[in-house]
């Protein structure tokens, strides 16, 4: 089945201590992207992934890393999260780039503390 | 930087009411993108209109594509309780997709 896997689904930490979401699809798609929903303000892009080793900044990129080592493989890292990093954020890939129907993981939800 | 903004941010409706939102972007769009969000759920892609005057349909949703290329229509024709959620539009910008702030829609029954 074509998907986008997020791990882990929930999460509740604590500020500062470093953490990785991991972002997985099997549909070999190019194009990986982090966007992170908060109310009233939609989706909101943190980084981006145009193929392997290329990775960009999206409109919200402060606070987060992000690397693309291998084609279906895409992990968002907090590396000292803080309490408005608490969101709930979404994987998504696309075939080819922004231009193309995004499928979307099924979230994580974060809370920091 | 490119801005897509929707309205209404919320609308109850009345089960087999119809529902429209509306979709604005700052920018010209190469094409524009519909997703819906189900309450707890992710967004799922429902369409893509790429020419200036598109129209498409399916079942009971309208999409139109405006002259312009700069704004975009969702409408739903009596409404079902299934459509409940959150409609997003998105455009592309660069290497970017930019989505609107989504549309909650209710449904009572």
């Known amino acids: 089945e074509a998907q986008v896997t997020q791990n882990p689904r929930y999460l509740i930490t604590v500020t500062g201590k470093k953490l990785t979401v991991t972002c997985s699809q099997n549909?070999?798609?190019?194009?990986m992207s982090w966007y992170r929903q908060d109310p009233g303000l939609g989706l909101r892009q943190i980084y981006y992934?145009?193929?392997?080793?290329?990775?960009d900044k999206g409109d919200v990129p402060e606070g987060y890393k992000v690397s693309r080592k291998e084609k279906r493989n895409f992990p968002l890292i907090l590396e000292s999260p803080s309490p408005n990093q608490t969101s709930l954020y979404f994987c998504?890939?696309?075939?080819?780039?922004?231009?193309?129907?995004?499928?979307f993981g099924p979230g994580t939800r974060l809370t920091v503390t | 930087g490119q801005q897509v903004m929707q309205i209404p941010q919320y609308q109850h409706v009345q089960e087999g009411e119809d529902f429209t939102t509306y979709c604005n972007s700052s920018?010209?769009?190469?094409?524009i993108q519909w997703y819906k969000q189900r309450p707890g759920g992710h967004p799922v892609f429902l369409i893509q209109?790429?020419?200036?005057?598109e129209v498409k349909k399916q079942k009971r949703l309208t999409f139109q594509f405006g002259e312009a290329k700069k704004n975009s229509s969702l409408h739903i024709t009596a409404t079902q309780t299934t459509d409940v959620g959150t409609y997003f539009c998105?455009?592309?910008?660069?290497?970017?997709?930019?989505f609107g702030g989504g549309t909650r829609l209710m449904v009572k029954p």
């Open positions: 998504a890939s696309s075939y080819r780039g922004k231009a193309y129907e995004q499928y």
């Open positions: 549909m070999n798609h190019e194009y």
């Open positions: 992934s145009m193929n392997v080793e290329v990775t």
């Open positions: 920018t010209t769009l190469s094409n």
């Open positions: 209109l790429v020419k200036s005057g």
């Open positions: 998105a455009g592309p910008a660069g290497n970017m997709l930019t």
